[in-house]
């Protein structure tokens, strides 16, 4: 799996890149909906305002999206490291890790799993600057670090 740093890499840079078109697509159509709005005489002040409340949701998430693809611009997907630490991918006992951004569950091509995670995660905090071979309690589980890319 550690071998596979430049798909992981890629594929969570797809998965950013996807969240960012999404928050501005919808964006895009609350814009209109509410110039269409702007055109009728007998449009509800309430719709409006649910609109605008959509639209700066969206418009966070779509900061956080841009947040998290320039985080990921800063990991070189061709350099491994013995200790752990942001930008390493490790297998552990039970999950593999990309410390990251928190986008959560990737699904790899050969179809196993790994959890992208920020530095700011509780798990991170308990393996951060470990090495191979190394353990860490979490969750009240004894957990064993195997691999790190």
Not at 20 to 37: F, G, H, T, V, W
């Amino acid at each position: 799996m550690v071998s596979n740093k430049k798909e992981l890499y890629l594929n969570c840079i797809n998965t950013v890149n996807k969240k960012i078109e999404r928050y501005q697509k919808e964006m895009d159509l609350i814009k209109e909906s509410m110039e269409a709005n702007d055109v009728k005489t007998d449009y509800d002040e309430d719709n409006k305002g649910e609109l605008l409340g959509d639209f700066e949701k969206n418009a966070g998430r779509l900061s956080d999206a841009q947040e998290m693809k320039e985080s990921l611009s800063r990991i070189d997907p061709d350099h491994y490291s013995e200790v752990i630490g942001f930008g390493s991918v490790v297998e552990t006992s039970g999950n593999y890790y990309f410390v990251s951004v928190p986008i959560g569950e990737i699904s790899m091509e050969d179809g196993s799993s790994v959890y992208a995670i920020s530095t700011e995660a509780p798990i991170y905090k308990e393996m951060e600057g470990k090495k191979e071979g190394d353990t860490f309690s979490f969750n009240n589980k004894e957990v064993k670090i195997t691999a790190i890319g």
